[in-house]
């Protein structure tokens, strides 16, 4: 049954009331507001941690890949991290970072099926 203000199919019907209008204008724009709080919400639940700062340790698992690498975020605090054997920057390239200081951005993995320790699966040169 149609409300005063709209046709049988609930569409407003022309010169249908302003208060009709009003709460249906009222009604899409929180269903939209709503909208994007969780397509915000879900975006930033998906993106992988990330560690930036200064490397402190390598512990080499050979000559080019490193087993664990300990970081100093750009807060101050110390994370230990083991490397997945797949992240393409060799010991002697991280000990560089190391001896000059220059910063790196650490990709986490989001699985924490290795036990308590982060896995490192992607390290880059410099604060991305």
């Known amino acids: 049954m149609a409300s005063a203000g709209t046709d049988a199919f609930g569409r407003l019907a022309p010169g249908g009331s302003g208060r009709e209008r009003m709460r249906r204008a009222v009604a899409i724009g929180t269903a939209a507001v709503a909208l994007a709080a ?3 919400g879900i975006g930033i639940a998906m993106r992988p941690p990330v560690v930036r700062g200064h490397v402190v340790d390598v512990v080499a698992r050979d000559i080019g890949h490193a087993a664990s690498v300990t970081i100093r975020d750009l807060d101050g605090v110390t994370h230990v991290l083991d490397v997945d054997p797949s992240v393409d920057m060799t010991p002697g390239h991280l000990r560089e970072h ?3 200081g220059e910063p790196v951005t ?8 290795r036990g308590a320790r982060s896995i490192v699966v992607r390290i880059v ?4």
Request: net charge negative; no cysteine; charged share 20%.
């Open 125 to 128: 040169d410099g604060v991305e």
């Open 98 to 100: 190391m001896m000059f």
């Open 38 to 40: 969780v397509g915000a």
């Open 106 to 113: 650490v990709t986490l993995s989001t699985a924490r099926d």
